[in-house]
């Protein structure tokens, strides 16, 4: 099921796919959703939700997975990656394809008034803080405080807001 408020901006060359499973997207009001953002609920039944006034940039992809909810106001660079989920891999005589997924961390959160620079990848268990300014090129994964400065592979605390 996929729900967009009135007010919401999503260019025609956004690509959001409706899920099979369930899923629900929704899509507050005063969001955009540049071109080339691409939608896609698969790996799990989890739910996409994008608060009121948030901004995702061009090129963008975000699986739906174990979910996915991004606060008010929060502004995404382009080439940004959501993977709320994980191939399981563990056996040799199985095809990686053919595992499945593996148990949830719980999906993606980032709270309300977060900056994400480009080409960030979210995994799977990423509960981003409010205000936090996540730097261009970042992997993010794992529990990070409000209104810090964030940056790199592997992700360092780099400062504080304000």
């Known amino acids: 099921m996929i729900i967009v ?3 919401s901006r999503i260019s025609p060359l956004a690509d959001i796919e409706d899920s099979v499973r369930g899923t629900r997207i929704e899509i507050s ?4 959703i540049d071109a ?3 939608i896609k609920p698969v790996g799990g039944a989890g739910d996409c939700i994008i608060g009121a006034g948030s901004t995702i940039n061009s090129g963008c992809v975000l699986y739906t997975g174990n979910g996915i909810r991004i606060g008010r106001g929060v502004a995404i660079a382009a080439n940004c990656t ?3 989920v994980n191939h399981e891999y563990a056996r040799r005589d199985t095809p990686i394809t053919k595992q499945g997924f593996r148990p949830s961390k719980g999906g993606i959160v980032l709270g309300d008034d977060v900056w994400v620079g480009a080409n960030c990848v979210f995994l ?3 509960r981003v803080g409010q205000g936090c300014v996540i730097a261009a090129g970042s992997v993010v994964r794992g529990e990070l405080e409000p209104y810090a400065i964030y940056g790199g592979n592997p992700l360092q605390k780099l400062g504080v807001r304000g």
Do not use: C, M, W, Y
Not at 29 to 32: A, Q, Y
């Open 29 to 32: 009001e005063d969001v955009v």
């Open 36 to 38: 080339f953002v691409k």
């Open 5 to 7: 408020h009135p007010s």
């Open 124 to 126: 799977d268990g990423a």
């Open 82 to 84: 959501f993977a709320p």
